[in-house]
């Protein structure tokens, strides 16, 4: 019945509604990345429990993905929706009040609950309200909001950590000097608020309410979505409707999907390894490339670290729009594949091209180094698009968020590892370092080019 409803003003809306929240994941998630050079030195840190600081919300999102997931599929899309965004919001902000590295870890360990939760259900909730010859391309736009909130994260991290005046700490009232991660953190919970109360506005998904049995609200989620589009709607028979309760995990190693949900989670957990690997030490990364020259545009010139990141994140919309494109004219596995095998290889080149890095392929310098870095970030990002894409499409209406949790629960156990592994072996060097990070990505796009089910086209299940 889907299908039938062409996409429209509704279709925009829910869109412009997940994304937003998108946004500001993708913001949470990479501000510890711009703090931790700060918080090294005020909490004296090493570089493993840096590394371990680093990956707290990661360890957090293992359990958000995995506990939102089923939880989205035994009682329902929109709490899970709704609550996901409430609980990253509130940690991420109440992390301001950290005063170590153990109060840190609690804070962004729980902060990740929420963010993995919402990365788990939103694309089930989304996925269940769009037509077949749609879903992949919203899929995808729906992830091309994640660079926004990359460059946010950038925008809020040059403001308070770099240009505030007084060593980047202001006077608050009743408060005093307060330092600016602080205030960075607070800042950046105030979106999430917003969102939560948004999100109490919209419905169940009418496939889950389908699933349950609840015909007659799944009929008339139908029409509401027809009505803000200004279609007509065929509706659900009752006779045409078995209901069926979530099987839980035991489900995603059935026969008939087993081998979809290893290859699958095999898939996040080579984006996760690579991606946090090379962005959370991204900042290290780019200082020990070696001096950073002056941007000059039209007669101007531009200086520091910062205006480069707002590159590397601009280089990510275009990413994004070919993989939209791809999934639809090619398909999901072939897009997927490709684009994580041009990840590993351009996160080898830049690697290889940084000062001392010795291996020898004639490449050095600091422009080989971020030419190459800027086409890791166009294909791995257009590779999140489309495995994000791709991955609801493999699993049934009744283990659907299950699945989504499941495989980005994986993605997020080898997202702990990588900025912890990459953090041990920078002192021996950043090819050392980064290499395993880019042999990750390609074997994740060996296993989906041999293993993967091609979806396009396929309605859900």
């Known amino acids: 019945m889907l299908d039938r409803i062409p996409v429209g003003t509704f279709h925009r809306r829910l869109l412009a509604i997940c994304g937003t929240a998108w946004a500001f994941d993708g913001m949470e998630v990479i501000l510890?990345?711009?703090t931790l050079p700060v918080l090294l030195d005020a909490w004296s840190l090493s570089g493993l429990t840096a590394g371990f600081l680093g990956s707290a919300s990661l360890m957090g999102m293992v359990v958000g993905n995995w506990?939102?997931?089923?939880?989205?599929?035994?009682y329902g899309r929109k709490p899970a929706f709704q609550w996901t965004?409430?609980?990253y919001a509130v940690f991420a902000g109440l992390t301001a009040l950290a005063v170590g590295f153990y109060s840190g870890f609690a804070l962004r360990f729980l902060t990740g609950v929420g963010l993995g939760g919402a990365l788990a259900v939103d694309t089930s909730y989304l996925s269940e309200h769009l037509p077949t010859n749609r879903r992949g391309r919203y899929?995808?736009?729906?992830?091309?909001?994640w660079p926004l909130g990359y460059g946010l994260a950038v925008g809020l991290a040059w403001f308070f950590l770099a240009f505030l005046p007084s060593g980047g700490t202001v006077s608050v009232p009743v408060f005093g000097a307060v330092?600016?991660?602080r205030l960075l953190f607070v800042a950046s919970a105030v979106p999430g608020l917003l969102v939560f109360v948004i999100r109490t506005q919209l419905a169940e998904t009418p496939y889950y309410l389908a699933r349950t049995g609840d015909v007659e609200a799944a009929n008339d989620r139908l029409r509401a979505i027809a009505e803000e589009n200004g279609e007509d709607v065929q509706l659900i028979d009752a006779d045409d409707v078995t209901p069926m309760d979530s099987p839980g995990f035991g489900r995603l190693f059935e026969a008939d999907i087993r081998l979809q949900t290893v290859m699958i989670s095999a898939a996040w957990f080579a984006i996760n390894f690579g991606y946090y690997g090379v962005f959370i030490w991204l900042p290290q990364t780019f200082g020990a490339s070696?001096?950073?020259?002056?941007?000059?545009?039209?007669?101007?010139?531009?200086?520091?670290?910062?205006?480069?990141?707002?590159?590397?994140?601009?280089v990510q919309f275009p990413g994004y729009a070919s993989a939209a494109y791809l999934v639809e004219k090619i398909g999901r596995k072939l897009t997927l594949g490709t684009y994580l095998l041009a990840s590993g290889a351009f996160t080898f080149v830049f690697a290889s091209a940084m000062p001392g890095a010795?291996?020898?392929?004639g490449i050095s310098g600091f422009w080989p180094f971020f030419l190459a870095l800027l086409a890791s970030s166009f294909f791995t990002l257009g590779a999140w698009g489309a495995i994000y894409a791709y991955t609801p499409e493999l699993f049934p209406t009744e283990a659907r968020a299950t699945g989504n949790g499941f495989a980005g629960g994986v993605g997020k156990i080898a997202a702990v590892i990588g900025p912890i592994l990459a953090g041990a072996l920078?002192?021996?060097?950043?090819l050392v370092a980064l290499t395993p990070l880019a042999v990750a990505f390609a074997l994740g796009g060996l296993v989906v080019l041999a293993f993967g089910r091609e979806t396009k086209g396929e309605p859900l299940t």
């Open 32 to 34: 510890i990345s711009f």
């Open 67 to 74: 506990g939102w997931g089923y939880f989205a599929d035994q």
């Open 85 to 87: 965004v409430l609980t």
């Open 139 to 145: 899929l995808v736009y729906l992830d091309a909001f």
């Open 179 to 181: 330092e600016g991660w």
């Open 290 to 314: 070696g001096t950073v020259p002056a941007l000059e545009v039209a007669g101007l010139t531009f200086g520091g670290v910062y205006v480069y990141f707002l590159l590397i994140a601009l």
């Open 358 to 361: 010795g291996f020898g392929l």
């Open 426 to 430: 920078v002192d021996i060097g950043y």
